[in-house]
């Protein structure tokens, strides 16, 4: 049974810094590309990163790039993601999502929330 | 980048009632579509895949179609635990967007 738990949320200050890190089980980690999708409080999904099963391809939406950083160690079991330069629009339900194929999210976490406010 | 609309962004129904629900994509993106459904404060689910794939455990009332540009999600009888937000991703180009939503209520 596949499982995602997010963790590393939190309260941080705009222009600040947060690591997100996802630990999964359940399934072949290092064989399938994941995803962070955020959701802000009241809206809907946003998607935010994904990275191949092997790291060699990242992607971003517009309004990340440059600011978060997806990366994964497959050696153990773990995805992260790198959140700098925070602002108030950052604020969201961060989720970890595991593809199925073809990058079609099947599995989600519970997510993590990150709040960035003074 | 490829902007998803969808429409209507709500919509009120009943109980066994046939719903559609339509996602446009700006600019073609073959059949690279999903759908997912989310009930409040719960994780979306995957609904259907490669535009009309439905995913494993999915009702047969879920019924997805179309390619290019239009697609169209279809609850044949609505049930009262289809009451959600559901939302249409494309996978063709990076950002893999997501539309807007559409909320579907009880009447």
Known sequence: QVH???????????????????????FSFSDYAMHWVRQAPGKGLEWVALITYDGTYEY??????????????????????????????DTAVYYCAKERTGYYIENWGQGTLVTVAS | DIQLTQSPSFLSASVGDRVTITCRASQGISSRLAWYQQKSGKAPKLLIYAASTLQSGVPSRFSGSGSGTEFTLTLSSLQPEDFATYYCQQLNNSPFTFGPGTRVDIK
């Open chain 1, 4 to 26: 995602l738990v997010e963790s590393g949320g939190g309260v941080v200050q705009p222009g600040g810094s947060l690591r997100l890190s996802c630990a999964p089980s359940g």
């Open chain 1, 60 to 89: 971003y939406a517009d309004s990340v790039k440059g600011r978060f950083t997806i990366s994964r160690d497959n050696s153990k079991n773990m995805l992260y993601l790198e959140m700098n330069s925070l602002r108030a629009e």
